[in-house]
């Protein structure tokens, strides 16, 4: 890890309260501006009006459905309403799948304006999907600013959602433009919201899992819509890292680039970007090297983009592991003093913790052999960086005892499967016969990342225990990569993943998600809870198993976590102290989405909004529904 120190302010950040707030670091009035609740990506709200004491009477104040979803029959692409909205100034913003951005009055749901960038939804994509906009204002301009799959950057004006005009062209930015001028037809889209510092928004992007256009993460005027600045994750010749990138590998490498919302240390004018893997995923015989920035999390100056410090989480990625989630900007308590920090999970069950200035972890980090490849061709780098507090928080490994036995017929299924794998520990590369992967594709913690309580140091995360069997296979001579990753199924799971192709239930041993509270100041596990439930295996008389989870918590003053994001179709509220569940309630569709909170502008109650809008990989179910509960 190579480091440069910044000079910078050591000064704490006031806080403040309001009526409806308690603890630390409460927004504006009971605002929620940005994707995280803040530019540090905390999930955390003073507010606590609805408390453990009264959440239990929490009922649905309004629901407002958008008209926006695919579920194959109309588009090609099915769609996930993954979006977190943003209240700003008297007003709830949410953007859809499908692009279009809409206002809500945020005490009725009432529509106030919609504005539709008409992206072509007859194109085959991953999936419609939009995670939210972001907010500015200078006290007299306000905006609402996001991005499209299409590479389109749209500023609107907050009050009317007409475009803004001063902004790009007819306030639109074409990302395109000199970035994927080789690549004409090439993926590079935006599906984060970008991040606000003072007059800059910092920008996300989807691109390539192969050879395309530039990953580089670029800021943008939030006024004019030029670009302020570039770092480039796959570093050019003369730039620190170039070289962990042999012979010409890194020329029009793509992959290695941040697909979710970065995080800014507003004091500091710091942000955080977590870097994904290089491309291609699974092969890394034509990119050998160490692979900087790919699987980093990188600190850089806000206001220009200049690299301050780096630490690489995954050596010459081979397994997709990349940083899923937005980075948790916390203070802990270490010897008796406040440490400001950075907190990053990670799809591989590991939670990794930093000085925010310098990068030093704040827990024992260990190079730890990994099994060498198989793959001719194939050099993986010798060892990883393991954390040693906290534990693994996601299941790393699986044997034939821990095959999945909630049900005869799932045990069958389970042990016909593992018999004609390879149960590959941590890190072990894909090769030439099939691979039980744990975590697998999308195990660990995923995009909606991790909440942190300011008044404790604890830190809660959802994972997912989930698996995914991989083989490599020759490609002919010729082709572009000699050897590319399959899914075999064998008839038995469902692809890409170690489930049942039948029920949806994962082929190990529960609990297949879980939430975990972890003391951030210790290290330690305060408490770990099976998330979710399977109804039939319920009416069996089988204890919670925890469901595949897609959904991110928030963290209250009022003593609650809030989640979504099981199959199950359940909204939760649960003691932040216990785990324990204190309400629950059934929305339309599994809720793939990290809920928000915020007190009404007149009638100061609070409110907690969550998208379920289902979809995705793991349900059926697909609905456009928003829904608000409050107290009655």
Same mark, same amino acid.
């Given at each position: 890890?190579?480091?440069?120190? %910044? ?63 695919? =579920? ?17 100034? *008297? ?70 959602? $007409? ?7 007819? *306030? ?5 433009? *000199? ?74 490498? !793509?992959?290695? &680039? ?8 507003? $004091? ?8 994904? !893997? ?6 890394? *015989? ?16 806000? &206001? ?19 940083? %899923? ?45 990994? %099994? ?133 239930? %994962? ?11 972890? &003391? ?47 199959? =199950? ?64």
């Amino acid at each position: 890890m190579t480091k440069k120190i %910044p000079l910078v302010s050591l000064a704490l950040i006031c806080l403040s309260l309001s009526p409806l707030h308690s603890g630390a670091k409460s927004h504006r009035d009971g605002e929620w501006r940005h994707f995280g609740g803040d530019a540090g990506g905390q999930r955390y709200s003073g507010l606590n009006q609805i408390n453990r004491k009264n959440v239990a009477r929490l009922k649905r104040a309004w629901t407002y459905h958008t008209g926006d979803y695919s =579920d194959g029959t109309v588009y090609r692409t099915l769609s996930c309403f993954e979006a977190t909205p943003l209240m700003a100034d *008297g007003v709830l913003y949410v953007t859809t799948p499908f692009a279009r951005a809409i206002a809500l009055d945020p005490e009725t749901g009432k529509e106030l304006w919609t504005y539709d960038p008409k992206i072509d939804r007859t194109k085959l994509y991953n999936l419609f999907i939009n995670r939210g906009p972001a907010y500015w204002t200078d006290g007299k301009d306000r905006r609402i600013i996001y991005g499209t799959l299409e590479g389109k950057l749209i500023a609107l004006d907050a009050r009317t959602g $007409k475009p803004c005009q001063d902004f790009g062209e007819n *306030g639109i930015v074409d990302m395109h433009e *000199g970035f994927r001028d080789k690549y004409p037809n090439a993926m590079y889209g935006v599906t984060s919201a970008p991040t606000i510092y003072k007059n800059i928004m910092i920008v996300s992007v989807l691109v390539e899992a192969k050879v395309g256009p530039s990953p580089a993460v670029r800021a943008f005027d939030v006024r004019t819509g030029k670009q302020v600045w570039q770092f480039d994750t796959v570093p050019k010749p003369g730039q620190v890292g170039h070289d962990t990138w042999e012979q010409d590998s890194w020329v029009e490498r !793509s992959g290695t &680039n941040v697909w979710m919302s970065v995080s800014v240390d507003e $004091k500091r004018g710091m942000a955080f970007l977590p870097v994904t !893997s290089p491309a291609y995923d699974f092969y890394g *015989g034509d990119r050998k090297g160490q692979n900087l920035f790919g699987d980093s999390l990188v600190a850089v100056n806000a &206001n220009t983009g200049e690299r301050i410090w780096h630490f690489q989480i995954v050596h010459h990625d081979l397994w997709d592991y990349d940083l %899923p989630a937005q980075p948790n900007l916390v203070t802990v308590v270490r010897n008796g003093k406040k440490v400001d920090a950075v907190a990053q999970v990670t799809k591989m069950g590991f939670v990794f913790v930093f000085d925010r200035l310098t990068g030093n972890p704040l827990f024992p980090v260990e190079e730890r052999p990994v %099994p060498s490849s198989e793959i001719p061709g194939e050099k993986p780098w010798p060892t990883q960086p393991i954390p040693l507090k906290p534990r693994p928080i996601a299941r790393q490994s699986i044997t034939a005892d821990e095959l999945s036995r909630v049900t005869p017929e799932s045990y069958a299924k389970a042990k016909k499967w593992f018999e004609q794998v390879i149960p590959g520990p941590i890190y072990t590369p894909p090769g030439s016969k099939p691979m039980l992967m744990f975590p697998g594709l999308n195990g660990g913690a995923n995009w909606p990342g991790a909440s942190f309580d300011p008044t404790t140091g604890w830190l809660y995360v959802a994972i997912s225990n989930l698996g995914t069997v991989i083989q490599m296979v020759a490609r002919p001579e010729g082709s572009f990569l000699p050897y590319i990753a399959t899914f075999p199924t064998a008839g038995i799971a469902k692809f890409p993943f170690f489930m049942d192709g039948e029920t949806g239930w %994962p082929l190990q041993q529960p609990p297949w998600g879980t939430l975990v509270a972890i &003391n951030l100041n210790t290290g330690d596990i305060e408490w770990e809870k099976p998330l979710g439930i399977v109804k039939e295996l319920m009416a069996a008389g089988l204890p919670p198993t925890g469901t595949i989870n897609l959904g991110g918590s928030i963290v209250t003053a009022g003593g609650l976590i809030f989640i979504g994001g099981t199959t =199950d179709s359940m909204f939760r509220a649960l003691d932040k102290k216990t785990g324990a569940l204190l309400w629950e309630t059934e929305v339309e569709a599994p809720a793939f989405a990290a809920p928000m909170t915020y007190s009404g502008p007149k009638n100061r109650k609070q409110y907690v909004v969550i998208a379920a809008g289902g979809g995705n990989k793991y349900t059926k179910k697909f609905s456009d529904a928003l829904v608000a509960f409050a107290l009655p």
